[in-house]
């Protein structure tokens, strides 16, 4: 059954750090975003990605942030400079359709800012 | 303000106990969708509503949409340990799906 990769599985990391978290969707999908849940809490929209432009993003999702998909099938979220409270698990999810389409998520990147 | 209030927050019931949970809003959706995440894994669908009064079951699982398609609940019959998860109800609103506050169920054999 096709899924959605998503690598590394946790990622600890020096604030001030950049970090990148990488992400495979799922072939024939054309949506792609990515998602956080810091512990406990719920599951925050950072930004969603369509015909190789994003389509919308979160006040969460400032300058320091960046998505990019380089060569076709990756889906990359960069963070520039980590802080303290870029701690959370990340999703990445896609999904065939907008609207009622169904999304899939990958298992997640769980990031730690020391 | 949260869009979509899911309550309640936790819930913490013995195995054969009946359990329901609500998404609540004040906007009006033309569908919403209900996810379940165990922990240490991305949410799953578990069922999308459309039309407003819907009810669809999926095994032990009643899900209901509101008339006014403004808010649903999620009925399990007969809890089992197995449906120990985050339960999230979600909607698209454009360009993004939004999910609700999340109800954290317990299911304790």
């Known amino acids: 059954e096709p899924e959605v990769t998503q690598t590394p599985s946790h990622q600890v990391t020096q604030m001030g750090q950049e970090v990148i978290l990488r992400c495979v969707p799922i072939s024939n999908h054309l949506y792609f975003y990515w998602y956080r849940q810091i512990l406990g809490q719920k599951v925050e929209f950072l930004v969603s990605f369509y015909n190789n432009e994003i389509s919308e993003k979160s006040e969460i999702f400032d300058d320091q942030f960046s998505v990019e998909r380089p060569d076709g099938s990756n889906f990359t979220l960069k963070i520039r400079s980590t802080k303290l409270e870029d701690s959370a698990m990340y999703f990445c999810a896609s999904s065939v359709e907008t609207g009622t389409g169904e999304l899939f998520f990958g298992e997640g990147s769980r990031l730690t800012v020391l | 303000t949260q869009l979509l209030e899911q309550s309640p927050q936790f819930l913490s019931i013995q195995e054969g106990e009946n359990l329901t949970v609500y998404c609540n809003s004040s906007s009006v959706f033309s569908s919403l969708q209900w996810y379940r995440q165990e922990p240490g894994e991305g949410p799953v669908l578990l069922v999308t509503?459309?039309?407003?009064?819907e009810v669809k079951k999926l095994k032990r699982l009643t899900f209901q949409f509101g008339d006014a398609r403004k808010d649903s609940s999620l009925h399990i019959t007969a809890a089992q340990p197995g449906d120990t998860g985050l339960y999230l109800c979600a909607v698209n609103t454009g360009n993004q799906f939004y999910f609700g506050t999340g109800t954290s169920l317990t299911v304790i054999p």
């Open positions: 509503v459309v039309t407003g009064g």
